[in-house]
C-alpha cells in the first residue's frame, strides 16, 4: 500500500530547484523567497527577492521545440473536395474535404456515407489518390419542379414525359430508391422476402 508524502517531504521537494537550467524552487518562483526548513540555511537565503524565471523556462522551451522540429516536417495543406480516408472508431474510412476548420492544420471531412461530418487535425487524415466521390449526398438541392410548367402539346407525339418528382429529406436530400433488381424477391411492403 503506497503511503502519502509526509508535509515534511513535501516541504522539501517545494524548496529544491526542480527545472533544469532553472536556479529557483517552486516556493521561490511563487512566493518569491525560499521556504524555512530543518535544513540550516543563512539568513540572507531566507530574504524575499522577486524573481523573473519566465525568461529561462521561455529559453528550455525553445531549445526543446529545436530539438523536436529537427524531425519533423509539414504536412502538405488540403484543398475542398479533396478525397480522403480519415481516422474514425480506429478504421480509415473514406471522406471529402469540405473546407479548412479555423483550428491549426485542421480540417471539416464529411465521410462517404454522409452519415457525418468531422473535424480532424491533418495528421489523422491521409490523401487517397482515387475517383473523386459521386454519391448522391454531395448533390446540391435538387431542382425544383415549377409551378406553373411550360404548354406543350398533350396530343404531340414527340412530346417527353414529364421528369419524376424529386422526394427530398426534410434536410434537403434527395432520396433514391434502390435499383429494382437488387431486391426482386423482397416484398418492399410487408418487409419480408417473397417465396
Known amino acids: ?17 526542480s527545472v533544469a537550467d532553472c536556479d529557483y524552487s517552486p516556493a521561490q518562483m511563487l512566493f518569491s523567497w525560499s521556504l524555512r526548513t530543518k535544513l540550516p540555511v543563512t539568513a540572507e537565503q531566507l530574504i524575499p527577492a522577486v524573481v ?5 523556462l521561455y529559453d528550455r522551451q ?10 519533423t516536417k509539414a504536412l502538405p495543406p488540403l484543398q475542398a473536395d479533396d478525397v480522403v480516408r480519415v481516422q474514425r472508431d480506429g478504421e480509415w474510412h473514406r471522406g471529402r474535404v469540405l473546407q479548412p476548420h479555423v ?23 491521409k490523401t487517397a489518390e482515387e475517383a473523386p466521390l459521386c454519391a448522391p449526398y454531395i448533390e446540391d438541392q435538387p431542382e425544383t419542379v415549377s ?3 411550360p404548354l406543350t402539346s398533350l396530343t404531340s407525339p414527340s412530346a417527353a414525359p414529364p421528369p419524376p418528382i424529386l422526394k427530398t429529406t426534410a434536410r434537403g436530400r434527395v432520396v433514391k430508391s ?13 418487409g419480408h422476402r417473397q417465396k
Do not use: W
Open 62 to 71: 525553445q531549445k526543446q521545440k529545436n530539438y523536436f522540429d529537427r524531425d
Open 147 to 149: 409551378a406553373s410548367p
Open 1 to 17: 500500500m503506497k503511503q502519502a508524502p509526509t508535509p515534511t517531504a513535501l516541504l522539501q521537494y517545494r524548496n529544491t530547484p
Open 178 to 190: 434502390p435499383a429494382p433488381e437488387c431486391f426482386a424477391d423482397y416484398d418492399m411492403n410487408s
Open 103 to 125: 483550428a491549426p492544420r485542421s480540417y471539416v471531412i464529411e465521410t462517404e456515407d454522409g452519415s457525418s461530418t468531422l473535424r480532424r487535425n491533418r495528421r489523422h487524415i
Open 52 to 56: 523573473a524565471p519566465r525568461d529561462k
